[in-house]
Structures are given as structure tokens and as C-alpha cells.
């Protein structure tokens, strides 16, 4: 039986609304045998994640997506098997932290100025972690009645281009490369079709990620349409990508994708996973799980 990857996810520590250990717990049920948990520009639930992984026979890969701006527009490059304790991407990962406590008082202060108080400090109230994220803002304003629903707060006022929307400089895309590589990890552009560039500056992003040595890209994505995931499997091929697969799953309700439930890599694509060492071993043995 070929093992089931999902190696894009969100807990508590960013936006998503399971615990790591609830998420991994998740993941066992809807059948995934490899789980990478993928938290917004922080790897605070990774220890947490890794535990409950160990114990439930499900392989952990500790990631991040870090948000990156490139060419003025915001772009998310995962990074997959990075070390947690790797001092170059921790301190990169602290200067991103520093931007969201900028950008979430800026975006309160633009709420403001349009009538709505408290926003800040709801979008925080909403937070388990450390990261205060639109998503947040997003379900505070749902709750507090100022829009119907969560599509409709992005479309009034968080979205890009949107009322309230405040541009911030993430880090640059060979920053964020270069503390995924330095962690041991592999970095890869999550969600690519969603970006809408252009033929020409799709181009050039692939290039200029692949020469500050990143190597794969999400192929398979639940932003993605069927035919995007076949746009970007032909895309991995030209450009020697390697082929990643996730869900981006954030909760069990709403929108989002379930755990696990991706389509599957077109037979011609490399997997991420190629050199990793685990078809050909026994899940229970790589995760330490013997008797389980
Ligand atoms: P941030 O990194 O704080 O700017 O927030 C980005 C997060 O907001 C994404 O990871 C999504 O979870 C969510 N998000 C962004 N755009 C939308 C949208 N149009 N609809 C729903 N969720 C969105
Ligand atoms: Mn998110
Ligand atoms: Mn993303
Ligand atoms: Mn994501």
C-alpha cells in the first residue's frame, strides 16, 4: 500500500483550530500516514505535534510556511524536515514575528478608522499562539457581527487590495530559502497557481527560487483546481522541481480541505519525499512505535 501524504497544515500555533496534538490525532483517522504540520512563520506546535505522532504511529515532518514578498506580492514557500533548533531560522523566523505585531496594531488602527473597535484586541482574544493572523481578524469580525461570514470579511475589508488591507515586507524569498536550507529543510512554493502571476513572472519566481536552492513545489494543492494541479505537475517537470502534496487543512468545518483528502501525484512527477526513506520501511519502526 503506497503511503498517504499530506504534508501542508495548520494548528493553534498559527490559524488553524486544532491542537497539534488534536490535528496529528485527526490525521491518523482520515488515514495519513505522513503529516508534515506546516504552522505560518512559526514551529511552536511542532514538539507537541511529534509527541502525539510518535505515540499514534503517524510520521511527523516538522515544517513552517513562511511568508515571503516578492516582485510586491505575498508568496508562501513551505519548508519540510527543517530543525526546529537552527538558530539562522529561528531568528528569521523572530523578525517575522516582530512584522505581525506591526501589522496586526496597523490593521486594528485601519478598522478603526472605518468603525470597527477592538479589532486588535479581538483577532488576539481569538489566538491560542503567538501568531496573530488575518484569519483571526477574519473570525473576529464574524463574530462580531460586522460581516455575514469569513469570505465576506476578506472581501470587505482584509483581502488584498481590500479597506482595511495593510501591505507588510515579509521576508525575501532568498531569506526564507536560505533558513530552510540551513535547517536542513527543503523549501517549497506552497499553493503556486494561487499567486495569479503571469506566465512571464511565474517564470521568473521559479527561477529565482531555484537559484537561491529551492527545490520543490505543491503541485497538488486544495487551492488548487484539477487542472491547476496538472498545470503545475507539468510545471515541476520543466523546471526539475520536486513534487509536493497538501491539504492546507485549518479546521475541520468551513471551507477548507479535510486531512489528507488530495489527489495524487501524476505518475511522472518526482515526489518531495523521493529521498526520505520511508516507503520501504515499517511506519511503526520510523516512528518509534513498536507494540503500539
Ligand atoms: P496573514 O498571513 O496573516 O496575512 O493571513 C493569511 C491567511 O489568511 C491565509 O493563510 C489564509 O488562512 C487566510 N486567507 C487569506 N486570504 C483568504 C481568503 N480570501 N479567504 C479566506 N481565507 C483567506
Ligand atoms: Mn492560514
Ligand atoms: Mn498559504
Ligand atoms: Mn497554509
Given at each position: ?21 488534536e490535528?496529528v ?9 505522513v503529516?508534515?504540520?506546516?504552522d505560518h512563520?512559526v514551529?511552536d506546535?511542532?514538539?507537541?505535534a511529534?509527541?502525539a505522532?510518535?505515540r499514534?504511529g503517524?510520521?511527523l ?5 513562511v511568508?515571503?514578498?516578492w ?13 526546529t ?17 506591526w ?13 470597527i473597535d477592538?479589532?486588535a484586541?479581538g ?12 484569519t ?15 469570505k465576506?470579511?476578506?472581501?470587505r475589508y482584509?483581502g488584498?487590495?481590500r ?8 521576508a525575501l524569498l532568498e531569506?526564507?530559502?536560505t533558513?530552510i ?20 513572472l511565474?517564470?521568473?519566481l521559479l527561477e529565482a527560487f531555484?537559484?537561491?536552492g529551492?527545490t ?10 484539477r ?13 526539475g522541481?520536486?513534487a ?14 479535510e486531512?489528507?483528502?488530495?489527489a ?6 518526482i515526489p518531495?519525499w ?8 515499517p ?10
Open positions: 500500500m503506497p503511503l498517504i501524504y499530506d504534508l501542508h497544515s495548520h494548528s493553534t500555533a498559527s490559524d488553524g483550530v486544532l491542537e497539534p496534538a490535528l490525532q485527526r490525521a491518523r483517522d482520515k488515514g495519513v500516514d503529516l508534515a504540520l506546516t512563520d514551529l506546535g511542532i514538539a507537541e511529534r509527541a505522532a510518535d499514534l503517524v510520521v515532518v516538522p515544517g513552517v510556511e511568508s515571503v514578498t516582485r510586491g506580492r505575498v508568496i508562501h514557500v513551505l519548508g519540510l524536515g527543517v530543525d533548533m537552527n538558530p539562522p531560522l529561528r531568528q528569521g523566523l523572530e523578525g517575522l514575528a516582530e512584522k505581525r505585531r501589522r496586526t496594531a496597523e490593521l486594528g488602527r485601519r478598522l478603526e478608522e472605518l468603525g477592538g479589532a484586541e483577532a488576539a482574544r481569538l489566538t491560542r499562539g503567538r501568531v496573530v493572523s488575518r483571526h481578524f477574519a473570525r473576529y469580525l464574524v463574530e462580531a457581527g460586522y460581516v455575514r461570514d469569513f465576506a470579511a476578506f472581501k482584509l488584498r487590495g479597506r482595511a488591507y495593510v501591505s507588510c515586507e515579509w531569506e526564507a530559502v533558513w536550507r540551513a535547517a536542513g529543510g527543503q523549501a517549497v512554493i506552497a499553493h503556486p497557481a494561487r499567486y495569479r502571476l503571469g506566465r512571464g511565474f517564470t521568473e531555484k537559484n537561491a529551492g520543490g513545489l505543491e503541485v497538488i494543492s486544495s487551492s488548487h483546481s487542472r491547476e494541479n496538472l498545470v503545475m505537475a507539468a510545471q515541476a517537470r520543466r523546471y522541481l520536486l509536493s502534496v497538501g491539504s492546507d487543512f485549518h479546521e475541520p468545518a468551513g471551507s477548507w480541505c486531512l489528507g483528502s488530495v495524487a501525484l501524476p505518475g511522472d512527477c518531495i523521493r529521498d526520505w526513506g520511508l516507503e520501504d520501511m511506519l511503526r519502526q520510523v516512528a518509534g512505535n513498536e507494540g503500539a
